[in-house]
């Protein structure tokens, strides 16, 4: 794994505030109801500064940021350069 | 504005009268990527989609259910049904977290209760999703093509005077089990929208709509399609799920398109800010704008004054943030505060004590001990009745606490195919809201609701669907579930909060592989993420005297065990 997608595991737990939860590279988040919708911006800015790219939202679909691996994909297929 | 209007018999009529050349819709998918179309290009996509319906044997007061991504396409199949004198319907897409199973099931009670003629789903229908809109042998399913290229200007038959027939049904709440469709005439909605486009001065060749909100809800569908559909304004919009992911993209469009109008739930006013770096907001402009209104959720100053707060230094205007009471069964809104106040909607400080033990607003001063705040949703719209009533249904006086009761010259004709429904929700001319409010001064607090209805993030859930998935697991007692919606301060909105029984005390040594399990179900059943799942040992969830759990009992209970959960503001 990643030092980025470590970060990115990281984040996402503290961000779920649960105490005791584990989650690896291709845990679901979001079809397991870990994460709502509502959380996933706090994703995509976290994932845009981990990879130093902009990802625009209209590219994106909530199953495309499912798991922490998902993420990375999403980002190399869709983020542009930033301006 | 009103003389527009005028002698318009149908919402197909207002379409009509548009100047072709001014643009009508912009889709913004990003910087590079939008799409666009003039009032008189919509007029021949939507002519198009109505001869497809027509091949399709569709005939006036047929029901059409769209189910399609938001976009101009979306809105010119709604347009094209209305055109043949049929009745569409947007229902939400489906959701990758919701089994099909379900999403299926809820369909089929949607379209039979609307006995559709036809299910309208977009090209790029993901093949794997099919399996949700399979349906009886009376409906047939259609792929919408899409109508951007070229074709005949076809004729289309005369329609008699529409004024008094349904012009489109929309759906009040979120979850499909329970949804009842709310049946709206052309002249309804006219008389609607002509209030609405007085009570905010519009003028179509110089205001702009932005809209990130659904097709499928109340906000979505009047304020930001109708509404500058009759009142020829243009509107620029993004899919809900692309604000959600990236709300600043909210700043972009209205900085980049000049919007002057939008419309927003409660929590939106401090999501924004919240969740858009600071760093960036200097890139925006949002001097454009001269009304955001917020509406659907109880409205809180808090939530607003952060948004002022956050952008006044990026040219929002004092005064521009605004507030409107609203809902399906009138069209739309009920109220709307007065936008030419430069101070924003109403506020009023009341005593604490006496609002809670007796239900009373006793004005007091700001810096009262134990004063609480309340903001007004506006005045009432001309053709509007407000009643205030007590759960034995005696008229109260302002300043009391009771449900909102309305009479509108724009109301409902009631929920389609369900005159049960409707016998109960609409008594002797008067719409029971099932809200909480007062009057004081002419003006309408909204503070909460009687019926336990849950709204997260401008949505509305029942609990009766989340305890029925709840209960279903094997782990949790038959009955014992009780789903709440506790405000969340940080998000501006409600969590969804499960607390249920166990069936045996020693199952709560699993605790933590149940309520994964119960998350997986309760997103898979309904698409809403639980927040917090309390488990509890048998006994504990309060029992009205028929047996049955006690959801206010519940609540007060699970707020005082724990009382962190005790923010409300």
Request: net charge negative.
């Amino acid at each position: 794994m990643t030092a980025e997608a470590q970060q990115m595991i990281e984040h996402i737990v503290r961000l779920i505030r649960k105490p005791g939860l584990t989650i690896d590279e291709n845990t679901p988040l979001v079809s397991s109801g870990l994460i709502d919708s509502m959380a996933l911006v706090d994703l995509l800015l976290k994932i845009e500064d981990l990879t130093h790219m902009r990802i625009p939202a209209g590219k994106v679909q909530p199953k495309d940021m499912d798991t922490v691996a998902k993420m990375f994909v999403t980002a190399q297929r869709v983020g542009k350069p930033r301006k | 504005m009103a003389a527009t209007m005028t002698g318009c018999r149908s919402l197909i009529d207002a379409l009509a009268a548009a100047p072709g050349d001014r643009p009508f819709v912009t889709a913004w998918i990003d910087e590079d990527e939008r799409g666009n179309v003039t009032f008189a290009e919509f007029r021949r996509r939507a002519r198009l989609q109505a001869t497809i319906f027509c091949d399709h044997g569709v005939m006036v007061g047929d029901r059409v259910i769209i189910i399609m991504p938001q976009s101009i396409s979306a809105m010119t199949t709604f347009v094209g049904a209305m055109m043949l004198g049929a009745v569409p319907a947007f229902l939400a897409y489906p959701n990758f977290k919701v089994e099909a199973s379900k999403y299926r099931s809820g369909l089929a009670g949607v379209t039979a209760n609307l006995n559709a003629k036809i299910v309208v789903i977009d090209e790029e229908f993901p093949d794997d999703m099919l399996g949700h809109v399979s349906l009886g042998a009376e409906t047939r399913l259609l792929r919408a093509k899409d109508s951007g290229g070229p074709g005949a200007d076809v004729k289309l038959p005369e329609l008699a005077n529409q004024a008094g027939s349904l012009a489109f049904i929309q759906h009040s709440a979120g979850t499909t089990g329970l949804q009842k469709g709310v049946a709206l005439t052309h002249a309804a909605v006219l008389r609607q929208l002509e209030h609405l486009a007085e009570a905010l001065k519009i003028d179509g060749a110089t205001d702009c709509v932005y809209s990130w909100l659904p097709l499928y809800h109340d906000m979505g569908l009047i304020a930001c399609f109708m509404l500058p559909m009759v009142c020829q304004m243009p509107v620029v919009m993004q899919s809900p799920l692309d604000w959600v992911m990236q709300p600043e993209t909210m700043l972009q469009i209205i900085s980049e398109h000049k919007c002057t109008l939008a419309w927003m739930p409660n929590f939106a006013f401090q999501f924004v800010p919240r969740r858009t770096p600071p760093s960036r907001w200097t890139q925006y402009d949002l001097s454009s704008v001269r009304a955001m209104i917020n509406c659907s959720e109880p409205v809180r100053s808090s939530s607003m004054q952060e948004f002022e707060n956050a952008f006044s230094a990026i040219g929002l205007k004092r005064g521009v943030l605004q507030s409107s009471y609203a809902m399906a069964e009138t069209v739309f809104a009920v109220t709307q505060s007065d936008i030419s106040r430069a101070s924003g909607p109403e506020r009023i400080w009341a005593d604490g004590q006496r609002f809670r033990s007796a239900h009373l607003i006793i004005p007091v001063a700001e810096a009262a001990p134990g004063a609480v705040s309340f903001t007004s949703s506006g005045r009432l719209l001309p053709g509007n009745e407000v009643r205030i009533a007590s759960d034995s249904g005696a008229l109260l006086a302002p300043g009391c606490v009771g449900e909102i009761l309305i009479k509108s010259d724009s109301l409902f004709t009631g929920y389609y195919n369900r005159p049960d429904l409707t016998a109960k929700a609409i008594v002797d001319g008067w719409y029971h809201t099932g809200d909480l409010g007062f009057c004081l001064e002419g003006e309408l607090y909204v503070i909460g609701r009687k019926k336990d209805l849950l709204i997260v993030g401008g949505e509305n859930f029942y609990p009766q669907d989340i305890e029925e998935i709840v209960a279903n697991h094997p782990a949790i007692h038959d009955g014992r579930a009780v789903a709440m919606g506790i405000y969340n301060p940080d998000l501006g909105t409600e969590d969804v909060v499960v607390v249920a029984e166990v069936g045996r005390k020693e199952l709560l040594a699993n605790a933590m592989e149940i309520e994964r399990e119960i998350r997986n179900l309760v997103v898979g059943g309904i698409g809403v993420a639980v927040r917090l799942i309390f488990l509890k040992p048998p006994k504990w969830i309060v029992k009205s005297t028929a047996g049955k759990a006690a959801r206010s009992a519940t609540r007060e209970k699970l707020l005082k065990e724990h009382p962190e959960l005790n923010v409300e503001s």
